[in-house]
């Protein structure tokens, strides 16, 4: 299965275009999409984006709910609502709508993040700052699990 991987840093150019990386296109176009699929992030001051494969998930996060129901209802509209499925020239380029840009702070460049099934569209000072917090909490996230199997190994002995 084909993953959006790594991290790539790009310009907006004169007209507000940004290409998206190469490999991500590649994945797009064997998905499938007739377009990006971005909305703003539910967790950061970012952007989630993908393909057909992102939208399947979400479509199977939203129908878990029940018809009708209340959490059914608000996250269609926090996902849905604030979607934008934006159109990729034959260059491999996308505009990203002021909308879209205002969430994220983005001015003159975007860095690009894979997260295996979609991608998170970033300012890269921001993103400088998200990873150095994720960084963090996985090491202690690490020695807590490290913790915990140390003391199931003296238990048994």
């Not at 150019?13 to 999409?33: E, F």
């Not at 057909?52 to 129901?69: F, W």
Request: glycine residues 8%; contains cysteine.
């Amino acid at each position: 299965m084909d993953r959006f991987v790594s991290t790539y840093t790009m310009r907006l150019d004169a007209k507000g275009r940004v290409s998206i990386p190469a490999p991500y296109r590649m994945v797009l176009t064997k998905d499938g999409a007739d377009g990006l699929y971005c909305h703003p992030s539910l967790a950061e001051p970012a952007l989630d984006a993908g393909g057909n494969r992102l939208v399947g998930e979400i479509d199977t996060l939203i129908d878990s709910y029940p018809p009708y129901s209340e959490a059914r209802e608000e996250l269609a509209a926090a996902l849905y609502g604030t979607s934008e499925t934006l159109r990729i020239d034959p260059e491999g380029r996308v505009v990203l709508t002021e909308t879209l840009k205002a969430h994220a702070a983005i001015t003159d460049q975007v860095a690009f993040v894979g997260l295996g099934h979609k991608f998170r569209i970033w300012e890269p000072e921001r993103l400088k700052a998200h990873l150095a917090e994720a960084t963090r909490r996985v090491r202690e996230l690490r020695q807590a699990i490290g913790s915990r199997a140390e003391n199931t190994r003296s238990e048994r002995t």
